[in-house]
T-cell receptor, first 112, second 115 residues
């Protein structure tokens, strides 16, 4: 059984479109995260939720909006997609406040 | 803020031992983690050091010196499957000093293991 699952795995779309990525974890963890990994493999935290409460909100354009309907789900909606948004987006979860984090397989977003 | 430095690439042969160093600068510090990522895959957790000293898990060991803001990952008896990127990551207080620490990752070290 997949512990942290993200959909879709690949997302190819045009500039200006709005898209969502979904994430679900079945580990019973309280904390979930969104990371962005760029073409140079730099992995950077974007958001984190603990029990549906936003606890980390990095300097991310407000075109990115996370939503956590319950502690097992953390979705990411992106408005008005730009070329620079092309990256791999990873969802992760953890039981305690930090360690270890379990990552999903990533969503490869390509903007045409 | 936080900054981490690790070598960009390391090359070794099967059966050898390799050490990947990581130095960091942080405001606040909870611990140092190591993650492995194969090409096209997800980062996977390897180890976490909150206290000084060596933690051993099978062929992998991780070391931390808080006074030196330094740690390393030691990989022994290298295998071809160990070829991957290795990231050190500092867990430190989030904005406002919250106790919910956040992970800041280094740029990653690409390890290539040759036969």
């Amino acid at each position: 059984d997949t512990a942290v699952s993200q959909t879709p795995k690949y997302l190819v779309t045009q500039m200006g479109n709005d898209k969502s990525i979904k994430c679900e974890q079945n580990l019973g963890h309280d904390t979930m995260y969104w990371y962005k990994q760029d073409s140079k493999k730099f992995l950077k935290i974007m958001f984190s939720y603990n029990n549906k409460e936003l606890i980390i909100n990095e300097t991310v354009p407000n075109r990115f909006s996370p939503k956590s309907p319950d502690k097992a789900h953390l979705n990411l909606h992106i408005n008005s997609l730009e070329l620079g948004d092309s990256a791999v987006y990873f969802c992760a979860s953890s039981a305690q406040r930090g360690q270890p984090q379990h990552f999903g397989d990533g969503t490869r977003l390509s903007i045409l | 803020g936080q900054s981490l430095e690790q070598p960009s690439e390391v090359t070794a042969v099967e059966g050898a031992i390799v050490q990947i160093n990581c130095t960091y600068q942080t405001s606040g510090f909870y611990g140092l983690s190591w993650y492995q990522q194969h090409d096209g895959g997800a980062p996977t957790f390897l180890s976490y050091n909150a206290l000084d000293g060596l933690e051993e898990t099978g062929r992998f060991s991780s070391f931390l010196s808080r006074s030196d803001s330094y740690g390393y990952l030691l990989l022994q008896e290298l295998q071809m499957k160990d070829s991957a990127s290795y990231f050190c990551a500092v867990r430190a207080p989030g904005a406002g000093g919250t106790s919910y620490g956040k992970l800041t990752f280094g740029q990653g070290t690409i390890l290539t293991v040759h036969p």
